[in-house]
């Protein structure tokens, strides 16, 4: 098999401490089906420069040309209480764009409920959570250095055409899983972390129309987060699975 280009000596180097367990390959049907197949134990990631079958939310599928952008699922096992699983990929999405934004202080990267991660030119990221065994298996895709053509739709950007420059594949992995490792231990401490993923939120404050499962729609204003990671509206309504789009 073709070797992945990602920097694997780089990957070995980072997490030597054994917490993260890095796999990476040049192609797989889904990083997803992998870490399922594997009889996964927490820590475990696999990476892939491109997915033949990959899939995102609500069963739909995630595209990317080969080698631009970041395919990776990773298995964890929250200390938390089930009832809560339902913020993970809300603090998924929030490590990922506080990851990107770095230190710079600006808020180039933000979040949208309940899974995907924005920029001003479009989605950028996108979160899938799936229970497995005793724990969850994380898929994130990202568009990295894709460029303006090749990207799958015309609401898609890519990190590269957001900063302006080709980004190291590498080193955003790298960031992203030493960031998360910090949140999720924070979380199993009981950290509250509601505060934090309102200032990266792009949904709260908006007009939002929301699909449900059945086909029904609902327009209000996102206002809220609730303790299991439901999106609270002004009407009252709490929306645990839908499909937002921002009216504003």
Same mark, same amino acid.
């Given at each position: 098999?073709?070797?992945?280009?990602?920097?694997?000596? %780089?990957?070995?180097?980072?997490?030597?401490?054994?917490?993260?367990?890095?796999?990476? $390959?040049?192609?797989?049907?889904?990083?997803?089906?992998?870490?399922?197949?594997?009889?996964?134990?927490?820590?475990?990631?696999?990476?892939?420069?491109?997915? !033949? %079958?990959?899939?995102?939310? @609500?069963?739909?599928? $995630?595209? *990317?040309?080969?080698?631009?952008?970041?395919?990776?699922?990773?298995?964890?096992?929250?200390?938390?209480?089930?009832?809560?699983?339902?913020?993970?990929?809300?603090?998924?999405?929030?490590?990922?764009?506080?990851?990107?934004?770095?230190?710079?202080?600006? @808020?180039? $990267?933000?979040?949208?409920?309940?899974?995907?991660?924005?920029?001003?030119?479009? %989605?950028?990221?996108?979160?899938?959570?799936? *229970? $497995?065994?005793?724990?969850?298996?994380?898929?994130?895709?990202?568009?990295?250095?894709? *460029?303006?053509?090749?990207?799958?739709?015309?609401?898609?950007?890519? &990190?590269?055409?957001?900063?302006?420059?080709?980004?190291?594949?590498?080193? &955003? @992995? &790298?960031?992203?899983?030493?960031?998360?490792?910090?949140? @999720?231990?924070?979380?199993?401490?009981?950290?509250?972390?509601?505060?934090?993923?309102?200032?990266?939120?792009?949904?709260?404050?908006?007009?939002?129309?929301?699909?449900?499962?059945?086909?029904?729609?609902?327009?209000?204003?996102?206002?809220?987060?609730? !303790?299991?990671?439901?999106?609270?509206?002004? !009407?009252?309504?709490?929306?645990?699975?839908?499909?937002?789009?921002?009216?504003?």
């Amino acid at each position: 098999m073709k070797r992945s280009t990602l920097d694997e000596e %780089k990957l070995t180097s980072a997490f030597a401490d054994g917490y993260w367990r890095v796999k990476t $390959f040049s192609e797989v049907e889904s990083t997803q089906d992998v870490i399922r197949l594997s009889a996964p134990k927490h820590g475990d990631v696999v990476t892939a420069d491109f997915q !033949s %079958k990959g899939r995102g939310r @609500l069963d739909r599928s $995630f595209e *990317s040309l080969p080698e631009v952008g970041l395919l990776f699922s990773l298995f964890v096992e929250p200390k938390v209480e089930r009832e809560k699983w339902g913020l993970l990929p809300l603090l998924v999405g929030m490590t990922v764009a506080q990851t990107l934004n770095g230190d710079s202080g600006l @808020l180039t $990267f933000r979040t949208k409920w309940p899974n995907d991660v924005l920029a001003t030119g479009g %989605k950028i990221a996108g979160v899938l959570c799936e *229970s $497995f065994a005793d724990g969850v298996i994380v898929g994130i895709g990202i568009n990295v250095n894709t *460029s303006r053509e090749k990207l799958p739709v015309p609401t898609a950007s890519s &990190i590269a055409l957001e900063l302006g420059s080709e980004q190291n594949r590498s080193d &955003i @992995l &790298i960031g992203i899983l030493r960031n998360f490792e910090n949140t @999720l231990s924070a979380w199993n401490s009981g950290h509250d972390f509601i505060p934090d993923y309102k200032v990266v939120s792009a949904t709260l404050g908006q007009l939002v129309r929301v699909t449900l499962p059945d086909g029904n729609d609902l327009i209000s204003e996102a206002v809220g987060i609730g !303790s299991d990671g439901a999106l609270e509206l002004a !009407s009252g309504k709490r929306v645990t699975v839908g499909d937002v789009v921002h009216l504003r």
